[in-house]
């Protein structure tokens, strides 16, 4: 599912930051998780968890009426790296791994990030754009959050320094796992993030709402049964810009959304589910707060950023 009206994760984002910064490179090229991140790396790689079933639905209070998430984080999101964060740590993921090539003889500088546009948490675009950035944009992103950047020319030995095996990769990640530091979310969050998305999507009080919406949908000349589907639409995967048809359905999904509280019951009702799953694995959590703040602090050292 594509768009920007659809709960999604914000893997794809991260994944692609992680190309950008090169660390990947072998990986994005050929999906060999090891070779892209180093065996400490690969230990950490987020997988697509498929839910399991965890008892009775949670009890929620009343929602808030919502008309788009600004200003409301998932009470996962304390625990997630965004993408701020995760800049930062690839950006010094970058520098050391260059400075490790230039000890292996090669001068080699490879590209750091800079900062982009867009939200830079998950939540902040979960269940849709406002409408003013519907009615100009349809379903697509108005900015990319990842720049890209042109990788240096390198030689065969060079590039076998890099990502070939006991490469200057692996090294500076077996330096993170040794210091007990991160290079992206562990399993745990993206599991919570994801398994719960799923759950809600199931959850009866939020299809009531998603039939609700449809009902609207149709009711101004749309057929979608979800939110999702609506996303989805393959005509909106032409061009490069939205057409007059995208936009007004966006506009029209937006309005809907509003009228039928879809915003206000998804996010009340996917909380409940990720924090239950919290209260079970308040351990595991703290311990995960105290390695991103190591983490962090170690990565803006190596950037210059303290």
């Known amino acids: 599912m594509s768009g920007r009206w659809v709960a999604r994760p914000r893997l794809h984002v991260l994944a692609a930051l992680a190309c950008a910064t090169t660390l990947a490179l072998a990986g994005c090229a050929a999906g060999d998780d090891e070779a892209a991140g180093g065996k400490a790396a690969a230990s950490e790689s987020p997988r697509t968890p498929q839910p399991a079933e965890q008892g009775p639905p949670p009890s929620i209070a009343a929602p808030q009426r919502l008309t788009d998430m600004h200003g409301q984080l998932l009470p996962i999101e304390p625990y997630l790296l965004d993408?701020?964060?995760?800049?930062?740590?690839?950006?010094?993921?970058s520098i050391l791994v260059s400075a490790c090539l230039k000890r292996r003889g090669f001068d080699v500088t490879l590209p750091v990030a800079t900062a982009g546009a867009g939200p830079n948490t998950q939540s902040e675009m979960r269940y849709g754009a406002d409408r003013a950035a519907a009615a100009q944009y349809g379903y697509r992103d108005p900015g990319v959050?990842?720049?890209?950047?042109?990788?240096?020319?390198?030689?065969?030995?060079?590039?076998?320094?890099?990502?070939?095996?006991?490469?200057?990769?692996?090294?500076v990640d077996a330096e993170f796992a040794a210091k007990g530091l991160l290079t992206q979310d562990p399993d745990v969050v993206v599991n919570i993030n994801m398994n719960n998305m799923q759950h809600s999507i199931r959850d009866e009080r939020v299809t009531t709402a998603f039939r609700t919406w449809s009902d609207c949908m149709r009711a101004k000349g749309f057929d979608y049964?979800?939110?999702?589907?609506?996303?989805?639409?393959?005509?909106?995967?032409?061009?490069?810009?939205?057409?007059?048809?995208?936009?007004?359905?966006?506009?029209?999904h937006g309005d809907c959304m509003r009228d039928s509280d879809v915003v206000g019951t998804w996010f009340a009702?996917?909380?409940?589910?990720?924090?239950?799953?919290?209260?079970a694995h308040?351990?595991?959590?703290?311990?995960?707060?105290?390695?991103?703040e190591a983490t962090l602090r170690f990565c803006a050292e190596v950037t210059g950023q303290r």
């Open 269 to 279: 009702v996917e909380s409940a589910y990720e924090q239950r799953d919290i209260d």
């Open 225 to 252: 049964a979800t939110p999702m589907d609506a996303s989805a639409d393959p005509r909106w995967q032409q061009g490069s810009t939205a057409s007059p048809q995208e936009i007004a359905t966006a506009v029209a």
């Open 145 to 171: 959050p990842v720049p890209k950047h042109v990788l240096p020319s390198m030689s065969d030995a060079a590039q076998d320094a890099l990502v070939g095996k006991r490469g200057c990769v692996e090294e």
């Open 282 to 292: 308040q351990a595991e959590l703290a311990d995960l707060k105290s390695r991103t």
């Open 83 to 93: 993408l701020d964060q995760m800049r930062l740590i690839q950006n010094a993921r």
